[in-house]
């Protein structure tokens, strides 16, 4: 079992950065495919960010090149650093971790933290 647990969310300026961070407990975290999704309101979840246990990283096209996932596998966490924000980031942004050296879907998930860009 894993528990993620997100934090660094908040209100930003458009143009402005944040950091989200996202703590896991449990066994096995660096063998572990881990990301972020995030959900609009109205709107399906989508996927942000993932990056591999081999540190491979993957981005949604609407974010690439401003944001960047990382991982600290000592510390059982995975970052997302979120730079030149806009508007339609807003959202609210969970962190998820696979299956130990599984390349299918996310097995777990964290309760989120909310984003929220103004113009």
């Known amino acids: 079992q894993v528990q993620l647990v997100e934090s660094g969310g908040g209100l930003v300026q458009a143009g402005g950065s944040l950091r989200l961070t996202c703590a896991a407990s449990g066994n096995m975290f660096s063998a572990r495919n881990v990301g972020w999704d995030r959900q609009a309101p109205g709107k399906q979840r989508e996927m942000v960010a993932t990056?591999?246990?081999?540190?491979?990283?993957n981005y949604a096209n609407s974010v690439l090149g401003r944001f960047t996932i990382s991982r600290d596998n000592a510390k059982g966490t995975v970052y997302l650093q979120m730079n030149t924000l806009k508007p339609e980031d807003t959202a609210v942004y969970y962190c998820?971790?696979?299956?130990?050296?599984?390349?299918?879907?996310?097995?777990?998930w964290g309760r989120g933290t909310q984003v929220t860009v103004s113009s």
């Open positions: 998820s971790a696979g299956s130990p050296y599984s390349s299918g879907p996310p097995a777990f």
């Open positions: 990056i591999t246990y081999t540190v491979s990283t």
